[in-house]
């Protein structure tokens, strides 16, 4: 029987007869093996086990087995097979004292074997599911920045133990510039154990994006697999991730992330057919897929799932398709967006993004950032945010400012950065629109490019405004005038055409200017159908809260004090849109 070390204690194990997987002590063997197999031979996934000792009952899926494949070292240990660990009366404090080490409970992080065995939370179809054999071979890259100890080690452990060797080319640990000293010459030591660990470390503070990109740089293998350092992998991540990218190296594909608890540490699986999403302003989250779409797909709860957008951390990518498409933005600094860029331009230029629910891992969700931010945290994010929407988002970038973000149109208040070399990639790729990937990829998304159109209708004069010859003034409210067609845009403009309604000076009537985006006097605040138009001067420390008013006598339009009660400022739109 071929035997392999196991990789934690240095002891010989036998391989299981069934399991084909070749590691790289018989190496012959599996040269042999692949000549005698066609290419596209496939091989069974490892099953989930069925000699479990321990079950999880959660209702969702019915009995789960716990990952057996390897006897745990210690199966009393604490927190062993991913059950929630209790931390002792008189350690309460020790607790609290250490949280903001890792924003998690990092005490007890500490107690856990950094090699426990977690619940096998696959979905039972997995085990019908097969991989080709001689799948591309990958580089794991871990970037950090001070990760504690033993969840870095937890994380670099279970790649070892539960990725097939002849698969794993190397791990890459990218030190992100961290300040602990542990990390320091204590890794080197302890990672010298393992000859596929390899350590990069960063004169500099770089931010996760670029810290990645230095990884990737020195990748030997054919994929790319980016993990964040305080996971765990589950049994057989690896393989079905690796045959997503071989059927078609356009295919991005992504564990399914599961949670370490923060709190007891323990291992919770998540419900099925979740997908990655975004709301405005460029917002990640879950959304469920609807039952009705799993029945018209006739889906399994082990299929792989599109989606619109991926979390951001955890992902195998081809290595040469990675370049293709112009690997990350690097003007993205720290933390924050390039998930949203990376999955834009996936989609846009040709590829594909994919959850692949028959491979797990767990990640520690934690409620704050652990590190510091070597700029301010809220700024960094949104800078990373608008370089996003100024190359990918088209005409669609109005609905991200609309959301909160008109202040970055002040280019004084923020620079964003150099953009040109994305906008050229962008037209090389020859990528397709903001609009293609809404219709094609996320058609659910609400996406009006208008707040409001139609007549601007008031309840006092009860007519409607018109542009006439370079001014404004009331009509009879006629729908098929395309002069009394205004929109209510993200921008906060009154708009019809290009000319934009604003203030005359600081006077109190009106005037009619070309939109431009950056200018706050074109901006008016409109909350809802039949309400104020107020002018806003965001730009201002003390804005004058002024209303538009039609005069009650001449059907004249000005500028007033607001009063909430009048009617006279009270406007209505015909169409209002929801996001
Ligand atoms: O300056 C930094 N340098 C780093 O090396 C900042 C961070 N890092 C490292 C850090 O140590 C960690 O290993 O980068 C990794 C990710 O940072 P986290 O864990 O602080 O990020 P997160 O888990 O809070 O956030 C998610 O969104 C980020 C946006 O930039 C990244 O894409 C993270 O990879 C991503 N994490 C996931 O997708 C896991 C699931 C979370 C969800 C949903
Ligand atoms: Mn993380």
Redesign the pocket.
């Known amino acids: 029987k071929p035997v392999k070390k196991d990789v934690l204690k240095g002891k010989e194990v036998v391989v299981n007869k069934e399991d084909k997987r070749i590691n790289e002590l018989d190496k012959g063997n599996a040269d042999a093996l692949k000549e005698s197999l066609p290419p596209t031979a496939k091989l069974k996934l490892q099953g989930v086990p069925t000699n479990s000792t321990v079950v999880r009952n959660t209702g969702v899926h019915k009995v789960l087995a716990l990952d057996m494949t390897q006897a745990p070292r210690d199966a009393n240990a604490i927190g062993q097979f991913g059950q929630a660990a209790m931390v002792p009366s008189d350690k309460e404090q020790e607790v609290r004292n250490r949280w903001n080490e890792g924003h998690f409970n990092v005490y007890l992080s500490d107690q856990i074997p950094v090699d426990r065995a977690i619940p096998d939370t696959r979905p039972h179809t997995c085990s019908e599911s097969v991989v080709h054999d001689y799948l591309p071979t990958t580089s794991v890259i871990?970037?950090?920045?001070?990760?504690v100890w033993s969840t870095l080690l937890r994380s670099v452990h279970s790649v070892l133990n539960r990725s097939p060797l002849h698969l794993l080319k190397e791990i890459i640990l990218?030190d992100?510039f961290s300040t602990k000293e542990y990390l320091k010459d204590h890794l080197d030591v302890y990672m010298s154990q393992y000859p596929k660990v390899r350590i990069v470390r960063l004169k500099e503070?770089?931010?996760?994006?670029r810290?990645r990109l230095a990884g990737a740089a020195i990748a030997k293998g054919d994929v790319l697999t980016?993990l964040?350092?305080?996971i765990e992998c589950n049994v057989g991540w690896l393989e079905p991730l690796l045959e997503r990218v071989y059927m078609d190296r356009r295919k991005v594909a992504c564990p399914v992330?599961e949670v370490i608890s923060d709190k007891d540490m323990s291992y919770v699986l998540v419900d099925n057919f979740q997908r990655?999403v975004f709301k405005w302003p460029l917002v990640?989250g879950?959304s469920t897929l609807s039952e009705d779409t799993i029945k018209k797909n006739h889906m399994k709860d082990s299929d792989p799932i599109r989606c619109p957008v991926?979390?951001?951390?955890?992902f195998s990518i081809d290595k040469k398709y990675f370049y293709e498409l112009g690997s990350y933005d690097p003007g993205l600094d720290?933390?924050?967006?390039?998930?949203m860029e990376i999955s834009f331009k996936i989609w846009m230029c040709g590829g594909e993004i994919e959850i692949i629910p028959c491979s797990r891992v767990g990640?520690i969700?934690?409620g704050e950032?652990?590190?510091n931010?070597p700029k301010d945290r809220q700024k960094t994010v949104e800078r990373n945010l608008a370089r996003v929407a100024e190359v990918w988002l088209d005409e669609y970038k109005d609905l991200f400012y609309g959301h909160g973000y008109l202040h970055l149109l002040d280019r004084s208040f923020i620079d964003i950065g150099n953009l040109t070399d994305q906008i050229e990639l962008r037209k090389k790729l020859e990528c397709k629109s903001f609009k293609w990937y809404l219709d094609n990829v996320y058609p659910d998304m609400v996406a009006p490019l208008v707040k409001a159109e139609g007549l601007v209708f008031n309840r006092g004069v009860r007519k409607c405004l018109a542009l006439q010859k370079g001014s404004l003034a009331f009509e009879k409210c006629n729908l098929s005038k395309l002069s009394q067609h205004f929109n209510y845009t993200w921008m906060r403009h009154v708009r019809q055409n290009d000319v934009c309604v604003t203030a005359q000076g600081k006077g109190t009537s009106l005037a009619l200017q070309p939109c431009d985006n950056t200018k706050p006097q074109l901006r008016w605040l409109h909350k809802a159908s039949n309400s104020a138009l107020v002018e806003h001067l965001i730009a201002e420390h003390t804005p004058r809260r002024m209303c538009l008013e039609a005069g009650a006598l001449d059907d004249s339009i000005q500028l007033k004090e607001c009063e909430p009660t009048s009617p006279y400022q009270k406007w209505q739109f015909t169409h209002y849109h929801t996001v």
């Open positions: 871990f970037c950090f920045v001070d990760e990218v992100d503070r770089q931010g996760l994006i810290a980016f964040d350092s305080h992330i990655g990640f879950w991926m979390a951001g951390g955890l720290v933390w924050g967006g390039e998930n990640h969700f934690r950032n652990p590190y931010f």
